[in-house]
C-alpha cells in the first residue's frame, strides 16, 4: 500500500529543518487556493485529491541545489518536477499526483523549450494536461518558496511568466482564463 502524503514528506523533509517548513507552508498555501478555485468554479474534483496533489507538487525540491530554501540536492532547481515525480512513483503514489510533480513547472515546459532554452531536463514535454494538473500548476505560481512567501499579485505572475518565454505567458494565460476568481 502507498504512503499518505504526510508519510511521504515526513520520510523525505525531517521536522525541525528550515526545508520542511518552507514546503509545508508552500504547499499549503497552494493547496488553499487551487481548493478554493475548485470551489468557486464547480470544479468537479476530489478535494482529497487537489490536497494531496498540491501537497506532493514540490516533493523533489529536496535533491536540488537550491541553498536558499535548504535543499542541497545535486541536481539543478528546474529538475524539481521531474525528480520528483520519479520519487513518486518510486514510491507507489497514484500516477495522477506523479503527473502534477512532473508538470507544475512554470506554466508547463515543451520538449522545444528545453532544446530552444538549453534547459538541463530531459527532452520531453511536460505540460500540464488534467485539470487537476492545470490547476495545482496555477495555483502554484502565486505562491514562492523565498522572500515573504505572501500570496502574488496577479500582474507579478504574469511578469514572471513573461520572462520564460511568449509561450509560456500564453499557457499561463489560458490557465488563468479556466481557474481565476477575481480580477487580479
Same mark, same amino acid.
Given at each position: 500500500m502507498a504512503l499518505s502524503y504526510q508519510e511521504i514528506i515526513d520520510k523525505y523533509y525531517p521536522p525541525g529543518t528550515s526545508r520542511r517548513v518552507i514546503l509545508m507552508r508552500h504547499c499549503s498555501q497552494v493547496a488553499d487556493l487551487a481548493l478554493e478555485i475548485a470551489c468557486k468554479k464547480c470544479l468537479r474534483l476530489p478535494p482529497e485529491d487537489i490536497r494531496e496533489a498540491a501537497m506532493l507538487h514540490d516533493i523533489g525540491i529536496f535533491l536540488t541545489s537550491a541553498v536558499d530554501i535548504g535543499c542541497d540536492g545535486d541536481e539543478p532547481y528546474i529538475m524539481h518536477g521531474v525528480l520528483g515525480a520519479e520519487l513518486l512513483r518510486k514510491e507507489g503514489v497514484s500516477e495522477q499526483y506523479a503527473r502534477v510533480a512532473e508538470r507544475h513547472t512554470g506554466a508547463g515546459i515543451t520538449a522545444a523549450d528545453i532544446r530552444?532554452?538549453?534547459?538541463?531536463?530531459?527532452?520531453?514535454?511536460?505540460?500540464?494536461?488534467? *485539470? #487537476? %494538473? =492545470?490547476?495545482?500548476?496555477?495555483?502554484?505560481? $502565486?505562491?514562492?518558496?523565498? /522572500?515573504?512567501?505572501?500570496?502574488?499579485?496577479?500582474?507579478?505572475?504574469?511578469?514572471?511568466?513573461?520572462?520564460?518565454?511568449?509561450? *509560456? #505567458? %500564453? =499557457?499561463?494565460?489560458?490557465?488563468?482564463?479556466? $481557474?481565476?476568481?477575481?480580477? /487580479?
Open positions: 530552444q532554452q538549453g534547459l538541463p531536463l530531459p527532452i520531453g514535454d511536460y505540460v500540464p494536461e488534467s *485539470t #487537476l %494538473e =492545470r490547476l495545482v500548476c496555477y495555483a502554484d505560481k $502565486f505562491y514562492s518558496k523565498g /522572500g515573504d512567501m505572501k500570496r502574488k499579485p496577479l500582474d507579478r505572475v504574469i511578469r514572471s511568466m513573461e520572462r520564460f518565454s511568449p509561450d *509560456t #505567458l %500564453e =499557457r499561463f494565460m489560458d490557465m488563468h482564463k479556466e $481557474f481565476s476568481i477575481s480580477d /487580479g
